[in-house]
């Protein structure tokens, strides 16, 4: 018989604070310029001062919250990481260059939709065994 054993409050503690670790890595290893990785790391303070309280006012539990907020930072690290070259090609001609407009990548913008939305997709099938 297999039975399903939930995480308590305190594993989604350390599975968010793993995820901020991981994500934290692999945002610094992406982004090509200091001011891009300034930008990058302010996403899980973000999530933790605009997550947490609007989860709260909407009375979801802290488990939930921390699922959201563990698979945002991985949603980002497995959208960027595969495309980080163009990525970051295209962040450090901006930021050389404001006044001209980098034209999109192709497949990178294709890349970056298909896993997002893989990526909401799987959040949406996997609570209900994880949560």
């Known amino acids: 018989m297999i039975t399903s054993s939930r995480l308590t409050t305190d594993g989604w503690v350390f599975v968010a604070a793993v995820t901020t670790v991981i994500y934290m890595v692999a945002m610094?290893?992406?982004?090509?310029?200091p001011k891009a990785q300034r930008?990058?790391?302010l996403a899980p303070l973000a999530g933790c001062v605009f997550l947490v309280p609007s989860a709260a006012v909407k009375g979801y539990s802290v488990s939930f919250t921390?699922?959201?907020y563990s698979c945002g930072l991985l949603m980002m690290v497995i959208m960027l990481a595969p495309v980080r070259k163009r990525v970051a090609a295209d962040i450090a001609e901006q930021e050389q260059k404001p006044w001209t407009k980098v034209p999109l990548n192709t497949f990178s913008l294709y890349w970056l939709t298909a896993s997002a939305t893989g990526c909401i997709a799987a959040m949406v099938l996997l609570w209900p065994h994880v949560g």
């Open 39 to 41: 930008r990058t790391f």
């Open 28 to 33: 610094r290893w992406c982004m090509p310029t």
């Open 66 to 68: 921390l699922y959201l």
